[in-house]
């Protein structure tokens, strides 16, 4: 509970008051292996599959991207750009339709779209990506400046984000 305290940057005591109201509504699962109290949202109702789909589709991307991405060879560093960064960041708009990512390397088409692929079916969202070369990414590309230029969600790698060295 201390990490779901650290994350929502709340108290322990209010998050294991809140933690008790969701066991007792039957929406999470609470086990205690020692001293640590283990919490699991429980999926088998409607609620249950609702919170599990706004979760997926406000903060999934980002876990689902990355583990599908980084299992293709020769991606050097991959982010997702555009809108859904954007909101992620803060900036004001529109629900995003799409999510974008921007993937660098030299990854084989079949095998990057192919994990796309598997990424969309389980975001529910489509994936438009973006291949470039190292060289591309570190050149003077109007594309390449305006992409740095926006907020970026960096996947894995390596990549300059807004005149900052960023590492995920």
């Known amino acids: 509970m201390s990490q779901i305290a650290d994350a929502t940057r709340a108290s322990l005591p209010t998050v294991s008051r809140e933690v008790n109201r969701l066991e ?5 699962a609470v086990q205690n292996v020692g001293r640590t109290r283990m ?3 429980k ?13 997926l589709v406000t903060y999934g991307p980002v876990p689902v991207l990355r583990d599908t991405l980084q299992g293709v060879s020769n991606i050097e560093g991959a982010a997702i750009y555009g809108s859904w ?16 990512v921007l993937v660098v390397g030299s990854p084989s088409r079949q095998k990057l779209y192919e994990a796309i692929d598997d990424a969309e079916q389980k975001l529910g969202y489509e994936v438009n990506v973006k291949r470039l070369s190292p060289e591309a990414w570190n050149s003077q590309d109007g594309f390449v ?10 996947l894995f790698g390596q ?3 807004n005149d900052v060295h960023a590492e995920a």
């Open 159 to 161: 990549l300059e984000v």
């Open 85 to 100: 960064a954007s909101r992620r960041s803060g900036v004001a708009g529109h629900v995003p339709n799409d999510i974008d």
């Open 24 to 28: 007792q509504s039957g929406l999470v």
């Open 145 to 154: 400046q305006t992409v740095r230029s926006r907020p970026m969600e960096v």
């Open 39 to 41: 919490v699991q949202a």
């Open 43 to 55: 999926v088998d109702n409607p609620v249950g599959q609702a919170m599990r789909q706004l979760i």
